[in-house]
């Protein structure tokens, strides 16, 4: 598989499109989605999204939309990132997810060294996906770290052609741990065919195994230098490249939960209208019900697209040396809330939808799924970003570096 891909790169020459603005990106997103939305059967039964929509998504040029100008990105903030992968994800929940990570993957290699991002970006079709949960401690050796293990839930792994590790380099040295990013060819490890879900089926997201790969230091970046601001920063000028990880990373995750409640709340609507629309008197009376629950899963799912822009507006254009603890905070909180009143407004249509959605095959079931799933990711449950934003707000002795090592799922 690996050749035919490299084969079929070598003949794509075309430049892709950049976007000057969010409704631009947007715009492409939502030309995208009959064709995304007509290959959701076939990402379920693949367990993993179908080659059409990865071409489709590099020819778009939507999957650098965070990447340097230089390297062929548009260079948009966090909000156009979020809008995006909502509208992809309101066509394909698994096709929105793994966009996600793949774009916010972008916004990561302008952070490793400029011969390393020229090697990664000079690939037209370059995709990076990630392991944040692993095992197998790094051995230091000479020029790099040599590991050995396994890693977690990488979303869109099977197309992806280098891979980022969040491994804990020294766990023990410091009461932080010395936690770090290594960049890994897709030569260096592999898959486990492991993906059987109830939700998000088509993201792929499967286990890798590494067997003794040496990573060299310059393809290492530390979490804290990405938190408080380090070679991006310096080297572009963009709002984007100086704000601090924590207000980057997770966030664009959020997007597939607003999507995915999106596209729930259409189906719940048609559905209602074709009940309003039969005529028989006991069907529409009982409606009156449905209609106000209904509004009030309209009004969670804008109130937590509204959190979200509102968070990424504001701190992702805020440079890294400017956040303060509490920033850093009350940015993870809004993120897990936001996605967390998606998640309630997908339930409570889910529960008065109508009992025929409990067979296997319904799409209302399989939003319901994908939303409960989504919203389940470390970094977009609520109990630990709550805690952490309770504790900074009454100073019980948070940091600006404890924020970045407790983050789940960072």
């Not at 939309?65 to 394909?92: H, I, Q, W």
């Not at 996906?129 to 051995?139: C, F, H, R």
């Not at 770290?145 to 020294?170: E, I, K, P």
């Not at 572009?236 to 995915?260: D, M, N, R, W």
Request: include cysteine; charged fraction near 25%; proline fraction near 5%.
């Amino acid at each position: 598989m690996a050749t035919q891909s490299r084969a079929k790169t070598q003949r794509v020459t075309r430049a892709r499109p950049r976007f000057s603005s969010l409704e631009e990106a947007v715009a492409a997103a939502r030309a995208l989605g009959p064709e995304l939305r007509e290959r959701v059967p076939e990402a379920e039964r693949l367990r993993r999204l179908p080659r059409e929509n990865v071409d489709a998504l590099l020819e778009s040029g939507l999957i650098r939309l965070e990447a340097p100008a230089k390297y062929g990105g548009s260079e948009l903030n966090l909000d156009a990132l979020l809008e995006v992968t909502g509208a992809l994800a309101e066509a394909c929940s698994a096709t929105g997810w793994v966009y996600a990570l793949w774009g916010a993957h972008m916004w990561l290699i302008a952070h490793y060294p400029e011969p390393v991002q020229e090697m990664v970006f000079g690939d037209p079709d370059t995709l990076i996906s990630s392991v944040v949960a692993t095992e197998g401690q790094p051995v230091r050796v000479d020029g790099g770290y040599r590991w050995t293990g396994r890693g977690f839930f990488s979303s869109g792994v099977d197309h992806c052609t280098w891979l980022t590790a969040a491994l804990d380099v020294d766990p023990e040295g410091t009461p932080l741990g010395d936690r770090r990013w290594f960049l890994i060819p897709r030569s260096e490890f592999e898959i486990v065919d492991d993906w059987y879900t109830m939700g998000l089926k088509g993201t792929g997201s499967k286990t890798i195994v590494v067997e003794d790969v040496f990573v060299p230091d310059e393809r290492i970046v530390r979490f804290r230098d990405l938190s408080e601001g380090s070679r991006a920063s310096r080297l572009y000028k963009a709002a984007v490249f100086q704000a601090a990880f924590e207000f980057t990373y997770t966030l664009p995750l959020a997007g597939p939960v607003v999507g995915i409640a999106r596209s729930l709340l259409a189906a719940v609507q048609e559905r209602i209208a074709g009940r309003l629309a039969s005529g028989r008197a006991l069907q529409v009376a009982t409606q009156t019900a449905s209609l106000t629950r209904y509004a009030e899963a309209a009004a969670q799912i804008e109130a937590g697209r509204a959190l979200l822009l509102e968070t990424a507006r504001r701190y992702c254009n805020m440079p890294a040396a400017e956040a303060s603890p509490l920033d850093r905070a009350m940015g993870r909180m809004n993120v897990a809330y936001g996605a967390q009143l998606c998640r309630r407004a997908a339930n409570l249509l889910f529960e008065f939808a109508g009992a025929s959605n409990i067979y296997d095959g319904t799409e209302i079931q399989r939003l319901w799924r994908d939303s409960n799933a989504a919203a389940a990711h470390a970094g977009l449950q609520w109990d630990g970003p709550a805690l952490t934003f309770g504790r900074t707000a009454m100073g019980l002795g948070q940091t600006p570096e404890a924020s970045v090592r407790e983050t789940p799922g960072v």
